[in-house]
């Protein structure tokens, strides 16, 4: 017993021992979830609404709930690790999460639904910040590191190449609500697992945890996020429920900075954002985000409304894209190395736009040659920039303030992601909804619910019947069409604004530096004071080791 016992001390230390890459592949279930979760209710959007009947607002906060409220509240739950231990952060996160999607699986309304994706996206933020932590911490050797981190991230594409498939292959044999089922046994496996195995570990307090600040911050993006969901949907932009909460979120974004800049213990050192590679590299990420998940999201409704095909059709015609973005990771050090991070970031932008442009050919047949390329040119294009982008934004922030960094880098790769589909969804619907002005045969009532989207012209032309119903089915094929037109026009010129703007990015990247002991602070000694004398020491380190993990 004894020994069974010292024998389980040891596989929780900090330094990981033999078994750190048993911890590893702890982390990289739990990151497979949030993953697959984040692209799983992709493919099940037309089946949700047809048992749901959510309005457009509720579809969009359906959709996207998870991933904002995700966003802001990952600095809250990232520094709150830092002070009451990452695994405990981590395990309550677990539970969450799977509470959370039994809730979800069994949702009978679309309040429900969004309330269950609103506590799934406070699981998830409890556990990404905290598996990267744990990860840092069990491998304190750097090419080890550099080892799992490939491992973490690589797994990080599986699960969103995995979640349309899953989630298509499901919905072919069980309701949509089974998308979420499939959470609960692996959360029931790893959360022992993770109680036993996973090692406790702190940051380095410096100071008290700003608790106003993380709630000025999660207050700020989800208002401001509101707001730009409102305009969406095609709100008017000086309606009060839209104007308010815009400028709520701008006013307490800025009181948030203004606090950080005040304080003598941060969360986040906003100084970082003058740096130009810094603030240039997560305009990048909320840039590629915007235009994958916004397309991605249009694309499913494209490939099961418009051509017919089934969920798991659907997810099939989705993975070369997810694929295209692992190749990309794979080869993203070399590739770095050779060309630099503004060849790197700015050509994988042109390459993305052309994908983009390519896809406009796309009408109301099936083309699926033109769709596996341009999907292929897409993932790989929009991956080679967020590597790039990544890597930029790490090597910038000094090494004190890493882990603020990488905090701004997720919430950057969360909030573009909402955006995009408020933003590309407002585009759609604008150019969508025109199409249903006057058709003869078809009452008005009947053509103003058919002008909300796609799936529900489809349910009213159903109703109708005859001759009636099939010139609103093809009125609305023909709309959604030109709406996607819209839409990619206007992705490919965000596209091409990232390759000019990528042009402030370094043109080559610094050989990595020897290692050199940590600075010593002095008492009272600021961060700007320790990253002058690191300065002035040693060259700064931006070696394709430093590598962050980010989700295709």
């Not at 990952?74 to 309550?92: A, P, S, Y």
């Not at 080869?331 to 190395?337: A, K």
Request: aromatic share 6%; hydrophobic share 50%.
């Amino acid at each position: 017993m004894a020994g069974t016992t010292g024998a389980m001390a040891r596989m929780r230390t900090a330094d990981g021992g033999a078994n750190r890459w048993v911890v590893l592949l702890v982390l990289c279930v739990s990151l497979l979830l949030v993953a697959v979760d984040a692209t799983v209710l992709h493919v099940a959007v037309p089946a949700v609404t047809e048992d749901l009947r959510p309005t457009g607002v509720e579809l969009l906060w359906i959709v996207d709930a998870y991933p904002l409220v995700c966003a802001a509240l990952l600095i809250l739950f990232g520094t709150l690790g830092d002070r009451v231990g990452r695994r405990r952060v981590l395990l309550i996160g677990y539970g969450i999460f799977g509470v959370a999607s039994a809730l979800a699986a069994y949702a009978d309304t679309p309040e429900m639904l969004i309330g269950a994706r609103v506590l799934l996206g406070v699981g998830g933020a409890m556990i990404m910040p905290a598996t990267l932590s744990v990860l840092r911490s069990v491998f304190p050797d750097r090419r080890e590191r550099a080892t799992a981190i490939g491992i973490w991230t690589a797994v990080a594409a599986v699960g969103a190449a995995a979640g349309p498939v899953l989630g298509g292959l499901l919905i072919e044999h069980f309701w949509w609500g089974s998308v979420f089922l499939i959470n609960i046994p692996l959360m029931a496996l790893i959360l022992p697992l993770g109680a036993r195995l996973l090692p406790e570990s702190r940051g380095d307090l410096d100071g008290p945890w700003d608790v106003l600040g993380a709630l000025m911050a999660a207050g700020g993006v989800l208002a401001l996020v509101l707001g730009v969901k409102r305009l969406g949907v095609g709100h008017d932009p000086f309606d009060p429920a839209t104007v308010l909460p815009l400028l709520a979120g701008a006013a307490l974004l800025a009181l948030f900075t203004r606090r950080q800049r005040r304080l003598r213990h941060p969360l986040i050192d906003v100084r970082m954002f003058a740096a130009p590679a810094f603030s240039t590299s997560v305009g990048c990420i909320v840039l590629c985000m915007l235009a994958l998940v916004g397309l991605e999201l249009i694309a499913v409704q494209y490939l099961q409304l418009v051509l017919g095909l089934s969920p798991l059709e659907t997810g099939l015609r989705l993975l070369p894209l997810t694929f295209a973005a692992m190749a990309a990771g794979a080869t993203g050090s070399y590739t770095l190395r050779r060309i630099g991070p503004r060849r790197m970031a700015g050509g994988g932008f042109v390459l993305t736009a052309g994908a983009v442009l390519l896809l406009t050919l796309m009408g109301e047949h099936d083309r699926p040659v033109l769709l596996t390329v341009g999907f292929v040119l897409l993932g790989f294009g929009l991956q080679t920039t967020l590597f790039a982008a990544y890597e930029s934004m790490l090597s910038e922030a000094p090494q004190e303030h890493a882990g603020g960094a990488a905090a701004i880098g997720e919430t950057s790769y969360q909030l573009g992601a909402g955006m995009g589909i408020a933003l590309l969804g407002s585009v759609m619907n604008a150019a969508y909804a025109p199409g249903f002005g006057a058709l003869p045969g078809v009452p008005r009532s009947a053509a103003e619910d058919a002008a909300h989207s796609l799936g529900e012209a489809q349910q009213v032309a159903d109703r109708l019947g005859g001759a009636a119903g099939e010139l609103l089915r093809a009125t609305a094929r023909d709309s959604f069409v030109r709406g996607l037109h819209a839409t990619l026009l206007v992705s490919a010129a965000l596209l091409l604004i990232g390759a000019l703007a990528a042009l402030r990015l370094p043109r080559t990247m610094d050989t990595e530096a020897p290692a050199c002991p940590k600075p010593v602070r002095e008492p009272g000694e600021g961060a700007e004071s320790v990253r002058r004398n690191r300065a002035a020491s040693v060259p700064p380190s931006r070696g394709p080791g430093r590598e962050v993990a980010h989700r295709s």
